[in-house]
């Protein structure tokens, strides 16, 4: 904005300013002013706490109930950790992003949700793209089980979109009535933290180790969960 | 925080715990600019009014939603300006109306000051706020919104940005763009009293 500063154009618009004095509160707001009661406010962190843990539960579920993926122990065990912290960093950074104001402020920033949700799938993509470990003889390819790479996305798809349609029902409860502006960059970025978690089970449990199919079917879930949320919250927040 | 929004924030907190009182400190701190905000986006004043009404309304009902020791005042803004869109695509719906005989009202367009066109005062001081209203009344809303916010209503960019749900980039570039128009509209009128003269961008059913 400095450098747009104009001291005629600023000097002309404070012309503008001039203080308009406003009417009294309406009967109506006297009304619901006069039968006042004490309300429970918000936190900070309230609503991000709810979507965390209970967002997590069918996750957490699941990495207890299967079992792990079997070429685990036979990856590079840097590629393991760097995968999931880069998994783990999309889920909490895109989650806080999309649900804690910063301080000292009541909303959640819609831009900066966007913006970071939107750094941290990039990044997980590339890393995808990019990196990609396969186990010879014990990492499975789609072909290996009897799929094409077309049909051995479905299942894997399918659990990172249902893990991010209960982070964006949970985030619809609890922005109901919250976010007067903004509904679409903060449903792309609740989007992307749950398909983000999604993709951190599946990096532990899926098997299927071929550079397409981690990218089209948990990367590439995770990117249509957020792009769901941004369309979710925007026609159903803006009501 | 400032000390306007410590006050602001004091007095919401205070009107969240159930004081009455701290409603009307409220809304006597703030009611007034958020009403030029909203008269600058409307532009009329007693569609402004309207609305600012109905925005404390929600914000007396979303209350519960306001984190203590936040500013709320940019809160407010968001919850006004939201409100205010609504009202506008409202009006957009209706913006024809008919007369009893079925001709279209030719109403008297209204000034974003709340005085009617006609009516207006032409001293010399009220002709230059009113010059400058009109060169904004004709810059496209998203323009105007990012320069009200920023420049009128000393809101930084990052607060301008969540009030309207955008990003604060794309307020910088309206912002931005808002000064290219109003210094070609300034150029082109030459004298604010003929600026004054411009069209109004709204006129009311």
């Known amino acids: ?239 | 925080m400032d000390p306007e929004a410590l006050a602001a924030s004091e007095a919401m907190a205070r009107y969240c715990d159930g004081e009455a009182a701290a409603f009307h400190r409220l809304y006597a701190m703030l009611a007034p600019r958020v009403l030029g905000y909203l008269a600058g986006l409307l532009g009329e004043r007693a569609a402004a009014e309207d609305v600012l009404q109905l925005a404390f309304i929600k914000v007396h009902d979303a209350r519960g939603s306001y984190v203590r020791g936040a500013n709320p005042i940019p809160w407010i803004y968001t919850i006004a300006h939201r409100t205010c869109l609504d009202e506008m695509r409202r009006r957009k719906r209706s913006r024809l109306r008919l007369t009893k005989d079925g001709e279209l009202r030719a109403g008297a367009a209204a000034h974003i000051t709340g005085v009617a066109e006609e009516a207006r005062p032409l001293e010399d001081d009220h002709a230059s706020a009113a010059a400058a209203m009109a060169a904004l009344e004709r810059l496209p809303d998203n323009q105007r919104q990012a320069l009200m916010l920023t420049k009128i209503h000393g809101r930084t960019v990052a607060e301008a940005a969540m009030i309207t749900g955008t990003t604060p980039g794309a307020i910088k570039l309206r912002a931005h763009r808002a000064y290219v128009t109003l210094r070609g509209l300034l150029g082109k009128a030459g004298s604010p009293a003929q600026t004054e003269k411009a069209q109004p961008r709204t006129e009311l059913a």
């Open chain 1, 1 to 239: 904005m400095k450098s747009e500063d104009s001291p005629e154009i600023d000097e002309y618009l404070l012309r503008s300013a001039r203080q308009v004095p406003a009417p009294p509160p309406s009967a109506e707001i006297l009304k619901a002013v006069g039968a006042i009661e004490p309300v429970r406010t918000r936190t900070r962190f309230g609503a991000f706490l709810i979507v965390a843990t209970v967002g997590a539960i069918w996750p957490a579920y699941t990495l207890i109930r299967f079992p792990l993926r079997r070429d685990l122990g036979a990856l590079p065990a840097p590629w393991v950790a760097i995968g999931a912290a880069l998994w783990a960093a999309t889920l909490v950074l895109s989650l806080a992003a999309a649900l804690v104001p910063a301080r000292g402020e009541v909303l959640p920033s819609a831009g900066r949700a966007a913006r970071i949700s939107a750094i941290a799938m990039g990044l997980v993509l590339a890393f995808t793209a990019v990196w990609t470990a396969f186990a010879p003889g014990v990492s499975l390819r789609p072909e290996d089980v009897g799929k094409t790479l077309i049909q051995s996305c479905w299942g894997c798809g399918k659990y990172v979109l249902q893990v991010a349609a209960i982070f964006m029902v949970l985030g619809l409860v609890l922005l109901r009535r919250v976010l007067p502006v903004g509904g679409r960059g903060v449903g792309l970025a609740v989007g992307a933290a749950g398909g983000a978690l999604g993709g951190l089970a599946l990096h532990l449990l899926c098997p299927i180790a071929t550079t397409g199919h981690v990218l089209l079917s948990h990367g590439g879930a995770m990117v249509l969960a957020s792009l769901a949320g941004a369309l979710i919250f925007q026609g159903l927040l803006g009501r």
